[in-house]
């Protein structure tokens, strides 16, 4: 009777942060896997990349068949143990959002629930800026503001696809313990 | 070739108001079917609930199982007589929206058309909170127009996985009797 | 390795002269097709229809017949060259928003990217109204804000079914050309 729950959420809206907490919280047991590593550990192993990066150079073909095989290796650690994937709704490239959850996932991940995290476009933006280290993901709230809205409308349709309850948590400054908290609660039901 | 019209909208929209006064001023007949009591009805059938309270302490297989079925028992219904459904785009609960016509229940009643009735955020929270003999149904305004958004998103899922057409009535203060009409004259369409 | 890409939009953002001016600036060719107009070309080889004013008059199942028998001639025309699909995410009508990808036509096109031209409401009405040759497409500039959010949540769908790129490209007024260009790059990837 172990589930699959998916929390998605822009970078910059604190996800890791936020899930690290409610794993210390929470008095349930999650696997936490994050969709992306799974994905190149799945391509690793097929010999198809060395690296991280190499994952740009697939193919698209090839690409959603590792995204497919790397969705049924989750839902096999699922068997075991209540999973908590770390991804993304929509992935931003300079030609276009990528849905992170397309169909063929989904629908083999048959999520319990699909957790957004979010906050206001004015924070992300401000969280993605202060960072000195890291290269500015975002180019303006405006910005911003579209990828939040198109990230929902694909968790949405995936949670049409799926009957997945859809959660929407706040992540705002200052406030990371709360949204644990939530979090937390979410899982537990 | 009767068919079959979803009607969605949130609590406090005025959907049961609307939805009456449409029949009044319609020339054909509708079966007039909410989806929630007839899910209670085939659980009742089935021996799993007595009292509609019982429904949330379905296990989720179930529940979704009871969703199937009732959307069947609806189809059924549907070949002597056209049928409008009263129903949820999506269900806010604790743990996050539900969707009220995931593919399987919207895949099985190939609506012709799926009619969301609307109104502002402030016009819902104000109808929610004028009626003392009722719990408060809203938080914020906020807080509705996410939920407002989030079952427009799952309405719109549900036209493209069907090719339903999406009407969107809005029910603005006073003016009940305008968004009857303009629902008798989409159905008719 | 031919691939079909699909160009949405508003009437009145614009399409048809970004997608003639990005056809100039390309180096690769397309075969650019009007959804519509091989809808028409389909009914019109069965003998349903003679003027593009009969479409209106097919019944819901034969218009949806032909909807998916284009897309599949779409598909055959895109084994010897790639393809560029003119269409719309949703058609307003008086009795709602029609799908324009609906997932019969969306999962046979079986899209690279999805494309949505787009541009604020106001410019979009204040195109509509200054042409005085036409009758006003849009009735406000709150409807036509409607009008694109549904586009858009539906072309979300069509993306979270297909696994396509959804991208998004102002047409700002008197910028045709620079989203030519971006239409160009998006191809081009």
Redesign the interface.
Known sequence: MSEVNIVVGLSGVGKSTVIEEAMLLSDEDYEVINYGDRMIEVAKEEGLVEHRDDMKKLD?DTY?RIQRTAAESIVEDSEDQDVLVDTHA?IK???????G????T?ANLKP????ILDASAEEIYSRSTSDEGRSREHDSVEEID?YR??A???A?????????????IKNSDGRAERAAEKLV??LR?
């Open positions: 698209t959603k929509a490239s300079p030609f276009g959002y990528i849905p959850l397309p169909k063929w989904v319990s629930k699909i957790i579209e809205k198109v929902r409308e694909m949405a349709a995936g949670s049409v696809l799926t009957g997945a309850y859809l959660q929407i609660e979410t039901s």
